[in-house]
Nanobody
Framework: QVQPVESGGGLVQAGGPLTLSCAKS????????IGWYRQAPGKQRELVAV???????NYADSVKGRFTISRDNVKNTVYLQMNSLKPEDTAVYYC????????????????WGQGTQVTVSS
């Protein structure tokens, strides 16, 4: 069983940085990646960034050049460094354990964290 736990959310001014963490406990042979999602009020949950065990990454167009996903395999933690934040980045951010092969769509599995709120003020 895999249990992701997010942390690091908070209130930040537009243009500022914030780094989220996803600590993953447990393992499952069906997963090799972590995906960060976000969901704003009244909107669908969207995939923001993914990273797999080989370090391959992919980003949504809306965050390319501003967000960086990375992982520390010793700590079993994945980070989402967010720079130049905009009010439209305001959302609950979730991490998910799934599978990702470079060039293919990320496939989420039913391993979700509880989410962490990010609020960007203008």
């Amino acid at each position: 069983q895999v249990q992701p736990v997010e942390s690091g959310g908070g209130l930040v001014q537009a243009g500022g940085p914030l780094t989220l963490s996803c600590a993953k406990s447990g393992s499952a042979s069906s997963t090799n990646a972590i995906g960060w999602y976000r969901q704003a009020p009244g909107k669908q949950r969207e995939l923001v960034a993914v990273i797999n065990s080989g370090g391959n990454t992919n980003y949504a167009d809306s965050v390319k050049g501003r967000f960086t996903i990375s992982r520390d395999n010793v700590k079993n933690t994945v980070y989402l460094q967010m720079n130049s934040l905009k009010p439209e980045d305001t959302a609950v951010y979730y991490c998910n354990a799934g599978t990702y092969v470079s060039g293919m769509p990320y496939r989420s599995r039913d391993y979700w964290g509880q989410g962490t709120q990010v609020t960007v003020s203008s």
